[in-house]
């Protein structure tokens, strides 16, 4: 294999990185998904075990939906569709690198935060098969952290900010964003758990993963808000009888 | 233009900005490929080079890396099915709502005649 560009890349990741110290920039990377081979065998598997439960939950959910209001599969298929995109769009950010969205916000607001395990789960393997991005063997640590723990987040923010009466749209922002973010410092932790520092164990070794994601990320989750209100808004203008049947609209502050 | 229309487009517009400005503010950086850097940390903390013990199978199949251009042929195809979805279904929704206001529309004026 390409092994020569391998060592040619990851020397100049070193080498950019160390420029990039210098200069007060956090260093040039940031991974949404754990990369294929990257996590030792026992954490593959864990991670793997870990999701089973909440993809069947998603299942249930997903069927349990869809028998009460057939019509909705039209919004679970756009759910479905806007993790497809979000996805798949690599956009700059302010330290120097790319990285993507999650997309799984509106999924979570709509359907509940297990449903979006099913669907998050084709969108990976998707990336994993034919664009070599994550993994089979990281398949299930980026399974749980951006197609459950981040929509449990959303959902969890969604739900609170729905209690508190904070005005509609501001919710589903804060609920996409900090569900994307959230994502991100689960993958920081799946790393720092796999390779804890010497000095410092998983702790240290968490910091050092998360001071190189969290910046990136940082406008990505705000876009992700942003783009999430918009077809939010797009859906309460259009389809309004779905979004009651889910109980969007019930009870909600507008 | 609708204060909601306003709105939308608003947010669309700022998420262009936020997304775009910092291709011009860093004007040297390098923007590259974000998701295999971490392996870069992995090596920084372990203190040498990790060798991943699982390559992706579509890399082994071709015998090499995924050419950046195919890649990018795969995110488009990623981003094509899900846009296709997304407006197929919003535009079933925006001519559905039309048909349902056409008639309420009609009625609305009735009511207020009377």
């Known amino acids: 294999m ?34 294929e081979g990257y996590l030792p065998v026992g954490f593959s598997v864990a ?103 981040g929509p449990f987040v959303t959902f969890g923010i969604f739900i609170l900010c729905k209690k508190i009466k904070i005005n509609k749209h501001v919710g ?81 502050v507008k | 233009m609708t204060a909601t229309k306003k709105t939308v487009i608003g947010l669309l517009v700022l998420a262009v900005i936020i997304a775009l400005v910092p291709l011009f503010i860093l004007q040297n950086a390098e923007f590259g490929g974000s998701d295999d850097a971490g392996s870069g940390v992995v090596s920084e903390i372990t203190g040498t080079e990790y060798e991943p013990w699982f390559t992706p199978i579509f890399e082994t199949a071709i015998n090499g890396e995924i050419p950046g251009e195919v890649e990018s042929l795969f995110f488009c195809v990623q981003t094509g099915i899900g846009v296709g979805i997304i407006a197929f279904i919003m535009g079933r929704f925006v001519e559905r709502k039309k048909k349902e206001d056409e008639p309420n529309k009609a009625d609305g004026s009735k009511r207020a005649k009377k």
Not at chain 1, 218 to 246: M, S
Request: proline share 4%; hydrophobic share 55%.
């Open chain 1, 47 to 149: 991670w793997g075990v870990i999701c089973i439960p909440f993809l069947i939950a998603g299942y249930m959910s997903i069927k349990k939906t869809l028998k009460e209001n057939p019509k909705t599969i039209t919004l679970l298929a756009m759910a479905g569709a806007y993790v497809f995109v979000l996805s798949s769009l690599k956009i700059p950010s302010v330290t120097g690198s790319c990285s993507h969205m999650t997309g799984t916000g509106l999924g979570a607001i709509l359907f509940g935060p297990t449903a979006v395990s099913i669907l998050g789960v084709i969108v990976l393997l998707f990336q994993a098969i034919l664009l070599a991005h994550g993994g089979l063997t990281t398949l299930g640590a980026n399974t749980f952290s951006m197609a459950i723990a």
């Open chain 1, 172 to 252: 589903v922002f804060l609920a996409a964003a900090i569900g994307d973010l959230f994502t991100y410092c689960v993958t920081a932790f799946q790393l720092a758990m796999a390779y804890p520092s010497e000095s410092g164990g998983v702790a240290a070794s968490m910091v050092k993963f998360l001071a190189v994601f969290a910046p990136t990320q940082i406008p990505l989750a705000i876009i992700e808000g942003i783009l999430t209100v918009v077809i939010i808004i797009g859906l309460e203008t259009y389809a309004q009888p779905e979004l009651n049947d889910l109980g969007y609209l019930a009870g909600g």
């Open chain 1, 2 to 35: 390409n092994t020569s560009l391998n060592t040619r890349e990851k020397r100049f990741i070193a080498v950019a990185a160390a420029i990039a110290l210098v200069f007060g920039f956090t260093p040039v990377a940031s991974a949404m998904h754990i990369m």
